[in-house]
Nanobody
Framework: QVQLVESGGGLVQAGGSLGLSCRAS????????AAWFRQAPGKEREFVAG????????RYADSVKGRFTISRDNAENTLYLTLDSLKPEDTAVYYC???????????????WGQGTQVTVSS
């Protein structure tokens, strides 16, 4: 079992930056894929960024490409997301997730954090 706890959210002005962290406990998550998702009010949860277990392969949603950076430190059991050039439309609850499985139609993640709020004011 893995527990994920996010931190680092907050209120920031448009154009500003934030850093999110996701600490894993329970067992090492160094061997699994990890990702960040977000959910804005009234919208479905969406994929933001993902990183392979080694950190060598990263993927980003088009909406954040070039502005957000995902990384991980397996020795510290921690996943990171750096958010730069923030926009009001980035306002959402951000969730980390780990250990994905492909069902045949979609990727499903076994472990989820409780979320951290990011609010970007214009």
């Amino acid at each position: 079992q893995v527990q994920l706890v996010e931190s680092g959210g907050g209120l920031v002005q448009a154009g500003g930056s934030l850093g999110l962290s996701c600490r894993a406990s329970g067992r090492a998550f160094g061997g699994v894929y990890a990702a960040w998702f977000r959910q804005a009010p009234g919208k479905e949860r969406e994929f933001v960024a993902g990183v392979s277990w080694s950190g060598s392969d990263t993927r980003y949603a088009d909406s954040v490409k070039g502005r957000f950076t995902i990384s991980r430190d397996n020795a510290e059991n921690t996943l990171y997301l750096t958010l730069d050039s923030l926009k009001p439309e980035d306002t959402a609850v951000y969730y980390c997730a780990a250990d994905r499985t492909f069902t045949g139609t979609e990727w499903q993640y076994k472990y989820w954090g409780q979320g951290t709020q990011v609010t970007v004011s214009s």
